[in-house]
């Protein structure tokens, strides 16, 4: 057995108790000053101070990290991704500066349509070459677990491959992926008018087969002014229930259509984006208990008004950050980007985005009995920051702080500043 005890964290951020934290819940992170942690194989065993620890550890049978000086805090759950697919969009990047909308790209073919092609050509092999680059980057920047969505082939052989090669990286690369079946993530022009249709296709000829090789756990659906709508999004949510998936929506982005709401109808497990989220619609995820997963730099590229995390906080709701990774709105998964704009522009406090980041990002991918804390039983994903203290997150603005990564109680990352 390998036994591992990490000791004198200047702060141990434990994120420990009930999952997932709703409203002033997420304020307290369970901060332990001089923390200390006991590692065996891939399991946290003990959590306290360096004082109560160093008595039950017999220091000859342990290796010893020494995290003085340092941060200590749960792997980051990057809970909503779409980080495999072929090509880029980067002349839309530059089209938005000039003024253009994300939506008038998506109505003159381009947006997400315009990846479907690269995404079709490319083999298997080569979307897990480039996702594999993808979760290196991810790594660094301390992210342990990522959810990540198919939805750039919208045909049955595209769909399935692009899970193919998250279910492959999933075995082969350290980082965790939640995998997510999102063949409705839009309307390609020769299903217009048949959107109906398409979502038929999906659920009787491309979900059974999700089903039968385990490729997806979530089922996901773009529900849009545009796009799907609401009556359409609820038939397609309750069928995929109905075959075992958990649901996940992209929802009020921007227009509030009313995705919050479907969301608490249909049982989902988070409604992301939220831009347009309306009073209702808040308060209703708080009562079923749906995650609201907020994804700032999405607004930030496409220079839209932020969702309003502050509010839904104070209203009692649970909230997860993510960063929505993918080549259209949001070519970016920085960590350290999210925290600014999480305190900057949506107002909330550093420990509320860590907990947004950490354990509410591990229920909205569902597995807040595993990841998302330092607590005994769960799995001993974390990272270690330079600095000695969580204030360092927001305050050295947009730099990676992440010096270690402990996934699975290996040590799979380590940066040397040069
Ligand atoms: O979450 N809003 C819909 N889907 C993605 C965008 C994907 C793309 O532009 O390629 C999102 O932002
Ligand atoms: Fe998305």
């Given at each position: 057995?390998?036994?591992?005890?990490?000791?004198?964290?200047?702060?141990?951020?434990?994120?420990?108790?009930?999952?997932?934290?709703?409203?002033?819940?997420?304020?307290?992170?369970?901060?332990?000053?001089?923390?200390?942690?006991?590692?065996?194989?891939?399991?946290?065993?003990?959590?306290?101070?360096?004082?109560?620890?160093?008595?039950?550890?017999?220091?000859e049978e342990y290796e010893v990290l020494d995290?003085?000086?340092?941060?200590?805090?749960?792997?980051?759950?990057?809970?909503?991704?779409?980080?495999?697919?072929?090509?880029?969009?980067?002349?839309?990047?530059?089209?938005?500066?000039?003024?253009?909308?994300?939506?008038?790209?998506?109505?003159?073919?381009?947006?997400?349509?315009?990846?479907?092609?690269?995404?079709?050509?490319?083999?298997?092999?080569?979307?897990?070459?480039?996702?594999?680059?993808?979760?290196?980057?991810?790594?660094?920047?301390?992210?342990?677990?990522?959810?990540?969505?198919?939805?750039?082939?919208?045909?049955?052989?595209?769909?399935?491959?692009?899970?193919?090669?998250?279910?492959?990286?999933?075995?082969?690369?350290?980082?965790?992926?939640?995998?997510?079946?999102?063949?409705?993530?839009?309307?390609?022009?020769?299903?217009?008018?048949?959107?109906?249709?398409?979502?038929?296709?999906?659920?009787?000829?491309?979900?059974?087969?999700?089903?039968?090789?385990?490729?997806?756990?979530?089922?996901?659906?773009?529900?849009?002014?545009?796009?799907?709508?609401?009556?359409?999004?609820?038939?397609?949510?309750?069928?995929?229930?109905?075959?075992?998936?958990?649901?996940?929506?992209?929802?009020?982005?921007?227009?509030?259509?009313?995705?919050?709401?479907?969301?608490?109808?249909?049982?989902?497990?988070?409604?992301?984006?939220?831009?347009?989220?309306?009073?209702?619609?808040?308060?209703?995820?708080?009562?079923?208990?749906?995650?609201?997963?907020?994804?700032?730099?999405?607004?930030?590229?496409?220079?839209?008004?932020?969702?309003?995390?502050?509010?839904?906080?104070?209203?009692?709701?649970?909230?997860?950050?993510?960063?929505?990774?993918?080549?259209?709105?949001?070519?970016?998964?920085?960590?350290?980007?999210?925290?600014?704009?999480?305190?900057?522009?949506?107002?909330?406090?550093?420990?509320?985005?860590?907990?947004?980041?950490?354990?509410?990002?591990?229920?909205?991918?569902?597995?807040?009995?595993?990841?998302?804390?330092?607590?005994?039983?769960?799995?001993?994903?974390?990272?270690?920051?330079?600095?000695?203290?969580?204030?360092?997150?927001?305050?050295?603005?947009?730099?990676?702080?992440?010096?270690?990564?402990?996934?699975?109680?290996?040590t799979v990352y380590h940066k040397e500043w040069?």
């Amino acid at each position: 057995m390998k036994k591992r005890y990490i000791r004198h964290a200047s702060e141990l951020v434990t994120c420990r108790g009930k999952a997932p934290k709703f409203g002033k819940e997420m304020a307290d992170i369970g901060l332990i000053k001089d923390g200390a942690v006991i590692i065996h194989d891939d399991k946290i065993i003990e959590v306290g101070t360096t004082e109560e620890l160093d008595k039950k550890v017999n220091m000859e049978e342990y290796e010893v990290l020494d995290a003085s000086g340092k941060t200590v805090l749960p792997g980051f759950v990057d809970s909503h991704t779409h980080f495999i697919f072929g090509g880029y969009r980067a002349d839309e990047f530059s089209w938005r500066l000039k003024g253009d909308s994300y939506m008038s790209i998506m109505e003159r073919g381009g947006g997400i349509n315009a990846t479907v092609n690269p995404t079709r050509e490319a083999s298997k092999e080569e979307l897990k070459e480039a996702g594999r680059e993808r979760l290196n980057r991810m790594l660094e920047f301390g992210v342990t677990t990522v959810e990540g969505k198919s939805g750039y082939g919208m045909d049955c052989d595209t769909e399935l491959k692009q899970l193919r090669a998250m279910k492959e990286l999933d075995e082969e690369h350290p980082v965790d992926i939640v995998r997510t079946f999102l063949g409705p993530h839009s309307v390609l022009p020769q299903w217009k008018g048949r959107e109906r249709e398409f979502l038929d296709e999906m659920l009787c000829n491309v979900m059974p087969k999700v089903r039968e090789e385990n490729l997806a756990e979530f089922a996901d659906i773009f529900t849009e002014q545009g796009v799907f709508n609401i009556e359409d999004s609820e038939y397609y949510l309750t069928r995929a229930k109905e075959m075992g998936f958990k649901l996940k929506i992209h929802a009020d982005e921007m227009y509030p259509l009313g995705g919050a709401q479907l969301a608490a109808r249909v049982g989902a497990v988070s409604a992301d984006h939220l831009l347009k989220a309306s009073d209702e619609g808040i308060q209703q995820m708080k009562e079923q208990g749906v995650i609201s997963t907020l994804l700032p730099a999405t607004a930030f590229c496409l220079k839209e008004e932020y969702a309003p995390g502050r509010k839904m906080i104070d209203e009692g709701c649970a909230v997860a950050i993510a960063s929505d990774l993918n080549p259209g709105s949001c070519f970016t998964n920085s960590i350290p980007l999210l925290i600014a704009l999480g305190c900057i522009y949506m107002n909330m406090s550093v420990e509320e985005v860590i907990t947004a980041l950490t354990i509410n990002g591990a229920a909205a991918v569902d597995r807040a009995d595993r990841i998302g804390s330092i607590e005994p039983g769960k799995q001993a994903d974390m990272v270690f920051l330079k600095y000695p203290s969580v204030y360092y997150l927001p305050y050295h603005t947009g730099i990676n702080l992440v010096e270690t990564v402990i996934k699975n109680g290996e040590t799979v990352y380590h940066k040397e500043w040069l």
